[in-house]
């Protein structure tokens, strides 16, 4: 509080610009460049001829005020020692009298003025579209603070209710245990007894047995013959020994089998309705016919027309709408395993080589590019929108073992970046064959395990695993999660394609299941690649059904909404 006040008292006091007295200071005229008190602008100022046009205004005002331009001296550019007089619409630059009487007498002039009022107007609408996105933008993050808060206090109750489960599937293990224990200990105790039981038959019969030899012995030794043979009589009956007969089964100790510990029996995480979404809405636009049996890649240019491949089936083309039908630019009789359209509108592709190729978009020829990923193969392929080009490169002799990575690279073919090991120093993939990223810098691959397991690898910025997504145990309760293609949404979502579901997986931009839809329900069968156009509709590259040989592959434009 001292600081503030000690800044007051240092300040110098304005005085007004005509009295120079210490009254409040209460106006400003800006062509004589004066502060003025009420006195002065009333009694003094008036007092200049030209004071009824000066432009005075409240000293509260001024910071809203802005000073009037002028428009007469403006130099032109191109000719020296002339001012501008006109602004040339047609050529939207200010020209003087000589542009005009050589360039411009035909063009559509205007005042400027006239011109730098329009021009304010559409600035000014801008402003207002730029101030009506922040409120919306801060209403946004206003309501994504509370989704998070939300999403956090479930995720605390969640992890309650796993805790409690824990602790009463521990008790309930440790009771389970313990009756084996006892039930254990029980059947010791029977078979033990049994046992013991006949271990004392046995040992009364060995008993009587001893004193039975004893008496043989003692007839054996005597010496008097006429006790002999009377004793004789008396013995040689009990001579025999009784039998023991041992029981054929005791009963058993019973083996320990030990139980299946599954997911399933301890509790699973279950998401909310992640059946068929009611909020995704797909409308058809329109409905092409190609020449492919399998149309694996699409990839749309800004020009209206795309690419489209039938991968290592060997034809790559480019084509352009024409009604209903497609009209075929150009065609490549080439083997590919990766397409991605580049900024410059021309396409990249791996041919089965370390080197990338290129396809120019004006001369259509096919040379080198300077993307080199040796010693891999690379598969995958994506461009970003700051123009990184990420690969997905597999063993080039052996492509399911050795080393896989993701590598990024700039516009100079530099490996910035390679994705290759978790947080534990293992192999994050096994065969890398699709690539998006999300707005929020988030890698999403479709990862080929096995061709009965495919999965999508979710990478953060640094590169660490932050989620594995496999399908859903009720949507792919009967046919495996097997996606063939992902591309990101223009809400930063990401559609995963699966073909064997007829259906679409819409993953969050961290991995996470949002929605399923099943494009059948449009009559869409085997949806295969994705892509969007510049202009946010989403191409979907079909397969012919399984088995089939016809090369009547279908694309589909649409409008999806609602991811």
């Given at each position: 509080?001292a600081y503030?006040?000690?800044i ?5 006091p304005?005085?007004?610009?005509l009295?120079?007295?210490h009254r ?6 800006f062509?004589?460049?004066?502060l ?30 802005k000073?009037?331009l ?24 200010l020209v ?8 411009h007498?035909?063009?559509?002039l205007?005042?400027?003025q ?17 101030q009506?996105?922040m409120?919306e933008?801060f209403?946004?993050k206003?309501?994504?603070?509370k ?23 521990k ?5 389970c245990f313990q ?6 200990d ?5 078979v033990s ?8 038959v046995?040992?009364?019969l ?10 043989v012995?003692e ?7 006429s ?19 041992q ?8 083996n ?5 510990i599954?997911q ?18 797909l409308?058809?636009n329109k409905?092409?016919q ?8 699409v ?10 491949s ?5 034809l ?15 065609g490549?009789?080439i ?15 791996s041919t ?24 891999f193969?690379?598969?995958?392929l994506y ?6 080009v ?20 700039n516009?100079?073919?530099d490996?910035?970046?390679v994705?290759k090991?978790?947080?534990q120093?293992?192999?994050?993939f096994t ?5 998006t990223?999300?707005r929020?810098g ?9 061709k009965?397991?495919i ?21 792919n309760k009967?046919i ?7 591309v ?5 979502n990401?559609?995963v ?7 679409f ?6 991995g ?7 494009t ?7 949806p295969?690649?994705?892509a969007?156009?510049?202009t946010?509709?989403?191409?979907i590259?079909?397969?012919?059904t399984?088995?089939?040989t ?6 589909y434009e ?6």
């Amino acid at each position: 509080m001292a600081y503030s006040q000690s800044i007051e008292i240092g300040q110098i006091p304005v005085s007004c610009g005509l009295c120079e007295t210490h009254r409040p200071i209460k106006w400003k005229c800006f062509d004589c460049d004066l502060l003025l008190c009420n006195h002065c602008k009333e009694k003094v100022h008036l007092r200049v001829k030209t004071a009824k046009d000066h432009r005075v205004i409240d000293i509260k005002e001024i910071g809203l005020y802005k000073e009037e331009l002028n428009f007469a001296n403006i130099p032109c550019q191109n000719h020296t020692g002339q001012y501008t007089c006109l602004y040339c619409k047609t050529c939207d630059t200010l020209v003087c009298p000589t542009c005009v009487s050589k360039v411009h007498i035909k063009h559509d002039l205007t005042e400027i003025q006239e011109e730098y009022d329009m021009k304010i107007g559409k600035l000014r609408e801008g402003q207002n579209k730029i101030q009506r996105s922040m409120t919306e933008f801060f209403s946004e993050k206003e309501q994504l603070y509370k989704l998070l808060s939300a999403k956090k206090s479930k995720y605390s109750h969640v992890k309650q209710d796993v805790l409690k489960h824990e602790q009463s599937v521990k008790a309930a293990v440790e009771k389970c245990f313990q009756k084996l224990r006892d039930e254990l200990d029980q059947n010791l105790e029977t078979v033990s007894n049994t046992i013991k039981s006949d271990i004392h038959v046995v040992s009364d019969l060995l008993s009587q047995a001893e004193n039975k030899k004893q008496e043989v012995q003692e007839l054996i030794l005597l010496t008097d013959a006429s006790k002999f043979f009377t004793d004789l009589k008396k013995y040689e009956k009990s001579v025999d020994t009784q039998m023991y007969y041992q029981k054929s089964n005791y009963g058993s100790i019973p083996n320990f089998v030990p139980g299946e510990i599954t997911q399933s029996n301890i509790g699973m995480l279950e998401f909310e309705n992640p059946s068929h979404s009611p909020h995704i809405n797909l409308v058809v636009n329109k409905q092409y016919q190609t020449e492919l049996e399998n149309v694996e890649y699409v990839c749309s240019s800004i020009d209206h027309s795309f690419w489209i491949s039938s991968g290592i089936f060997g034809l790559v083309q480019k084509v352009k709408p024409d009604g209903t039908n497609l009209k075929i630019l150009s065609g490549y009789d080439i083997q590919i395993y990766g397409l991605a359209l580049t900024q410059s509108n021309s396409i990249l592709i791996s041919t089965g080589e370390s080197r990338l190729k290129q396809i120019s978009s004006n001369t259509g020829t096919l040379t080198d590019s300077a993307y080199n990923v040796s010693p891999f193969l690379p598969i995958a392929l994506y461009i970003t929108s700051d123009n990184k080009v990420l690969v997905g490169g597999v063993n080039k002799d052996y492509p399911r073992e050795g080393r896989r990575v993701v590598i990024q690279m700039n516009q100079n073919g530099d490996h910035e970046r390679v994705y290759k090991h978790d947080q534990q120093k293992q192999p994050i993939f096994t065969f890398p064959y699709r690539i998006t990223r999300t707005r929020n810098g988030n890698i999403h691959v479709v990862d080929e395990v096995s061709k009965d397991s495919i999965r999508v690898v979710v990478l953060g910025r640094g590169g660490e695993i932050i989620n594995i997504y496999t399908g859903d145990t009720k949507i792919n309760k009967e046919i495996t999660f097997l996606p063939r293609d992902i591309v990101t949404t223009p809400r930063d979502n990401v559609i995963v394609s699966v073909p064997g579901n007829d259906a679409f997986h819409i993953l969050n931009n961290g991995g996470l299941l949002m929605a399923y839809y099943k494009t059948s329900d449009m009559d869409i069968i085997y949806p295969f690649s994705v892509a969007f156009t510049p202009t946010g509709q989403l191409y979907i590259g079909c397969s012919t059904t399984k088995g089939s040989t016809a090369k009547n592959a279908k694309i589909y434009e649409v409008t999806i909404s609602g991811c």
